[in-house]
Structures are given as structure tokens and as C-alpha cells.
């Protein structure tokens, strides 16, 4: 919108190619025409940027999302493992209704939480999806009204 409203073109005059048009620090022709309060403001998002290029890359390219179906909280982890083994021992033994109670046991320590990694190596951290995504949305949101009050700005 901003390109065609503004027509950003390449410095020779021709058109930008679509690869070239964005609000990230590396399209230059685009950053060029926006005022200098935008650009320190997007200056300031570099890290939502790269977080956000970062995801998109690997679900795009490498990883598709995964959801966990449940987790556990740290500290019961090694309860859980214990309770893994002895269902198993008790299974193998056919004591099915001892291997149900702790089975419930087991699931009791279950919870539900959306979280995702984009790789398990390097610097990817967990995040939480719903979370994350009402907090890019925001974002968003965010950018696109100072885009607006860009729009509004007389052409330089």
C-alpha cells in the first residue's frame, strides 16, 4: 500500500520488486520514504522482526508447527518417568488394575499448555502460541496505524 500510494520506486526509477518491499531494515527504498519518527519506531521492533522472520523461515522452509499434546511441570518430571517404568512392570506382570490407577496417576500430572520451538538447536526458545500470536496481532496492529498516520503525513 505504502509503495503505491508513495510510489517508493528503485533509485534508478523503475518499479520495486516485490522482494524488495517491506517495513524490515534491509528494504532500504522502502525505510528511505518513511518519516524519521517511523523509522526509529521500526528501528526499535528489530527484535520482533527478526523473531518473526526467524519463525516464518523455519515453518515455512524446514519445520513443520508442532503442538504438544500435553507437558509436565519440571518438578514432576521424574515422578512421571517413574510412574512410566512401573506401568510398563506392571503391564508386562498383567496386573492391569494397578497399571490403570497409575496411569491416572500418571496423567493427573498432564497439562495442556500450546507451546512451540522452531528448532530444538541454536538460540529457538519455546514460546506460547495463543499467547504469542494475540501479541503479534497487536503488533500489527501496532504498525499498521502508524503506517496510517504516515499515509496522512505530506509526501516529502
Known sequence: ?????????????TPLPSEWVGLRAKNENVRDSLGQEFC???ESM???????????HAL?????????PFSIAPENADRYCELERSIFNLI???KNAEAQAQQLERDSLR??????M???TGEARPIQFH?????????????????LDELVRPPT
Open 40 to 42: 526509529q519506531f521500526l
Open 92 to 94: 508386562v506382570q498383567r
Open 118 to 120: 522452531h528448532s530444538w
Open 111 to 116: 497439562f495442556f499448555q500450546p507451546w512451540i
Open 46 to 56: 528489530s527484535d520482533w522482526f527478526k523473531y518473526l522472520e526467524d519463525y516464518r
Open 60 to 68: 515455512a522452509h524446514r519445520i513443520p508447527l508442532y503442538v504438544p
Open 131 to 147: 499467547t504469542q500470536m494475540l501479541t503479534d496481532f497487536k503488533t500489527i496492529e501496532l504498525i499498521g496505524a502508524k503506517l
Open 1 to 13: 500500500m505504502w509503495v503505491l500510494e508513495r510510489n517508493v520506486t528503485k533509485h534508478n526509477g
